[in-house]
């Protein structure tokens, strides 16, 4: 898998098996925070963000999208900070086949869903809603699109719900329903499943997180996790056995990446004892 850390004073892309072992770094460069590493389905190639450093994941509207080789080479920029005209962009995702990519971007009271080629270089629009657009993902044949968006045009983070698209567009269908801030939902690979992300209380500086699971049609919602902590980003294993997620455990200062099967079983922590913060799984 590849995941981002700051172990070496700024947010870097860093590789590693399953288990946490054989980890390297990828990138280099002290003048910008680098994370949200992807794998494509063919493993040759890394999609990732920039940001300036000590930004990261905090104001997407200084985010540029890139790309590289999965041993670290041939970095390249594909969408510069403010491309088309875009405020903001960010959550670039690979489409099953590895010819597209799925992304949030425009403005920011009203991002919508946008799919461009491996270039980044825009091919359609795929939403056209009110409120905000967020956080796609694919469906394991391609067909649909999962995101997060708002039941009505104005709309606050609690109002914040999964809903699902065809991926040329239409109608979009809603999933969830909880009066809670919900994030970044996936696919299983079998396409069975959704798991994403969820706030279950706001309290605190940042509040408590929770991973879900649900049917690929919205039934059957439950907690995966279910405790006081940020449990965030779920990543599904490419068998589908296991669930990878960065945690920020309470009383611990920086975030490390688990696992945990799709039952709850078997919750384990795959960056133990690894220096900095380590987040953003990708399989």
Known sequence: MVFNSDRSGNHEIYSMKLDGSDQKRLTTDPAFDTWWGRIAPD????????????????????????????????????????????????????????????????????????????????????????????????????????????????????????????????????????????????????????AWLAETDTTGPAGIWNVFLMTAAGAEQRNLTNDNNINSRPEWARDGTRIFFHRLERGKLRFSIFSIRPDGTGLTEITKGAPGTNEYPST
């Open 43 to 194: 493993r040759k190639r890394i999609l990732f963000y920039r940001t300036p450093k000590g930004v990261h994941d905090s104001d997407y509207g200084q985010t540029s999208l890139w790309m590289m080789n999965s041993d670290g080479t041939e970095q390249r920029q594909l969408r510069a900070k403010g491309a088309d005209g875009w405020q903001l962009q960010g959550h670039a995702e690979w489409s099953p086949d590895g010819s597209q990519l799925v992304m949030f971007g425009g403005g920011r009271i009203n991002p919508q869903l946008f799919i461009t080629d491996t270039q980044g270089k825009v091919l359609r629009q795929v939403t056209s809603r009110g409120g905000q657009n967020l956080d796609p993902s694919w469906s394991p044949d391609g067909k649909t699109i999962v995101f997060v968006g708002c039941p009505a045009s104005a709309c606050v983070e609690r109002d914040y719900e999964i809903f699902t698209i065809p991926a040329g567009g239409g109608e979009a269908r809603r999933l969830t329903s909880n009066a809670i801030r919900d994030h970044d939902p996936y696919y299983s690979p079998d396409g069975s499943r959704i």
